[in-house]
């Protein structure tokens, strides 16, 4: 069973594009949702952070959005770049656990100039 | 920003055959973590480990599955014998805390 589902599975975006990823969970006691970016060969890199006591988070051109009663969250790109084409992992972790992150499928997005 | 080292990169072994990964956690950090990401599906929890002891393990950290950080080196994550069905990427990461977790680049391991 999927705890945290992300769609879509891969996207192309046009440079200059916004890009939308989306993420949905089941347990309610998720409090903490990171959006980490990886590179072929590399390791994922934390990009954006969200708390459940938030709804928006912004940093520069990436965008988280956070719906508790949906159990939705989000992250736009805007004015994407070539440079953005990565694997994009959604991911939670719960209150009070030993900081384990459960993640997402992940997203292969590809932004072409 | 911080690094995570990890050596090997890459490791091809006979099945049934030992495997020691390597990871380098950044310098001060005290938590420690192995995730497993099988070839374009999403990284799953193995175990993690604070204060020379392991505080959760997951379903997947098998028997064969072993971890441990001597001395404050290498945090390792063993593999007594390998099967068919290890072969991934293994993921270390570490953190100062319960906060953001800081990942190496993974080793690739294949089981033949």
């Known amino acids: 069973q999927q705890q945290v589902r992300q769609s879509p599975q891969s996207l192309t975006v046009w440079e200059g594009g916004t890009t939308v990823l989306t993420c949905s969970y089941e347990?309610?006691?998720?409090?903490?949702f990171p959006w980490y970016q990886q590179f072929p060969g590399e390791g994922p890199a934390l990009l954006i952070s969200?708390?459940?006591?938030?709804d928006k988070k912004e940093d520069g051109r990436f965008t988280t959005f956070f719906n508790k009663r949906e159990k939705k969250l989000s992250l736009h790109i805007i004015d994407s770049q070539p440079g953005d084409s990565a694997t994009y992992f959604c991911?939670?972790?719960?209150?009070?656990?030993?900081?384990?992150?459960?993640f997402g499928q992940g997203t292969v997005l590809s932004v072409i100039p | 920003g911080p690094k995570v080292l990890q050596i090997p990169s890459h490791q091809i072994i006979d099945m049934g055959q030992m495997v020691t990964l390597n990871c380098d956690p950044v310098?001060?950090?005290?938590?420690f973590y192995w995730y497993k990401q099988i070839l374009g599906q999403q990284m799953e929890f193995l175990v993690n480990?604070?204060?020379?002891?392991?505080?959760?393990k997951s379903k997947l950290f098998k028997d064969q599955f072993s971890v441990e950080r001597p001395d404050g080196s290498y945090f390792t994550l063993k593999i007594q014998p390998t099967a068919l069905e290890d072969s991934a990427v293994y993921f270390c990461?570490?953190?100062?805390?319960?906060?953001?977790?800081?990942f190496g680049e993974g080793s690739r391991l294949i089981v033949v």
């Open positions: 990461a570490s953190s100062l805390r319960r906060n953001t977790l800081y």
């Open positions: 347990d309610s006691t998720f409090n903490y």
């Open positions: 969200i708390l459940s006591v938030s």
């Open positions: 991911a939670a972790r719960r209150t009070g656990g030993n900081n384990k992150l459960t």
């Open positions: 310098s001060n950090h005290l938590y």
């Open positions: 480990f604070y204060n020379g002891k392991v505080m959760e």
